[in-house]
């Protein structure tokens, strides 16, 4: 596990640990998936945890990071606003639906947010300060895609778990898969953001994110970017 209290710091030890020593080297062949056609490197059940949250901006000029692009973003997921996320032409993939379901992150948020922070207000040791992204119902997407009858994606992040501990809010963030060279920076700005919105409802500084990850890996295909944003360090 990677300990640090800046992100930039966690992003190029994660990049590092996938280029040197992956867990698994895996050669895919899914046609349905264009980037997993070319394989991928992958930590498989990977932890690290981020001490200072306002750290939270990766500094590699050959990735780049578009501070506006993850602003919009992060009130796309919050409050569902969709106007940020239209700049984008690929991240309106999210906005899709199939058969009246979609798998947008603020709608879902937005139903258990109120909820969770009402129990953290009424018990400051909580453990049950959870929210659930991924759904049951989400499973019927397996075999749609498989068929190409739809495009949205399975979502990537399984839960977000607070807990105000010395009277501090942390984060636990679950998540199945993340690609870790080009998207990770994105959702690590997401779910710091996150929490100073809930610290600030609640009262509390902010404390630790704790991120966990299934399948943390980039694709093959990315390698020489990987390669130029080490030589950057």
Same mark, same amino acid.
């Given at each position: 596990?990677?300990?640090a209290?800046?992100?930039n710091e966690?992003?190029? =030890?994660v990049?590092? @640990?996938?280029? &040197?020593?992956? +867990?698994?080297?895996?050669?895919?062949? $899914?046609?349905? #998936?264009?980037?997993?056609?070319?394989?991928?490197?992958?930590l498989?059940?990977?932890?690290?945890?981020?001490?200072?949250?306002?750290?939270?901006?990766?500094?590699?000029? =050959?990735?780049?990071f @578009?501070?506006? &692009?993850?602003? +919009?973003?992060?009130?796309?997921?919050? $409050?569902?606003? #969709?106007?940020?996320?239209?700049?984008?032409?690929?991240?309106?993939?999210?906005?899709?639906?199939?058969?009246?379901?979609?798998?947008?992150?603020?709608?879902?948020?937005?139903?258990?947010?109120?909820?969770?922070?009402?129990?953290?207000?009424?018990?400051?040791?909580?453990?049950?300060?959870?929210?659930?992204?991924?759904?049951?119902?989400?499973?019927?997407?397996?075999e749609?895609?498989?068929t190409?009858?739809?495009?949205?994606?399975?979502?990537?992040?399984?839960?977000?778990?607070?807990?105000?501990?010395?009277?501090?809010?942390?984060?636990?963030?679950?998540?199945?898969?993340?690609?870790?060279?080009?998207?990770?920076?994105?959702?690590?700005f997401?779910?710091?953001?996150?929490?100073?919105?809930?610290?600030?409802?609640?009262?509390?500084?902010?404390?630790?994110?704790t991120?966990?990850?299934?399948?943390?890996?980039?694709?093959?295909?990315?390698?020489?970017?990987?390669?130029?944003?080490?030589?950057?360090?």
């Amino acid at each position: 596990m990677i300990v640090a209290d800046n992100f930039n710091e966690i992003y190029l =030890a994660v990049l590092a @640990k996938l280029r &040197y020593e992956p +867990d698994y080297i895996v050669d895919d062949t $899914n046609l349905f #998936d264009k980037e997993r056609v070319s394989g991928f490197r992958e930590l498989n059940g990977f932890q690290f945890k981020l001490t200072d949250i306002k750290n939270n901006l990766i500094e590699s000029e =050959a990735r780049g990071f @578009k501070i506006g &692009y993850a602003t +919009d973003f992060f009130n796309y997921v919050l $409050n569902g606003d #969709d106007e940020g996320v239209l700049k984008n032409p690929k991240a309106t993939e999210y906005l899709k639906e199939f058969k009246g379901r979609n798998t947008q992150y603020g709608p879902r948020l937005h139903k258990q947010l109120d909820a969770m922070v009402k129990e953290l207000k009424r018990d400051r040791g909580s453990r049950r300060g959870t929210v659930m992204i991924l759904e049951a119902g989400d499973q019927e997407i397996f075999e749609a895609k498989s068929t190409g009858e739809c495009i949205i994606e399975y979502p990537c992040t399984n839960s977000l778990t607070f807990s105000i501990r010395d009277n501090k809010l942390n984060l636990v963030s679950n998540m199945r898969s993340q690609s870790a060279a080009l998207v990770m920076p994105y959702d690590i700005f997401n779910w710091t953001s996150l929490m100073q919105v809930v610290a600030d409802i609640l009262e509390v500084e902010c404390g630790t994110l704790t991120h966990q990850v299934a399948s943390l890996h980039y694709f093959n295909s990315e390698a020489p970017l990987v390669e130029k944003i080490l030589c950057e360090s």
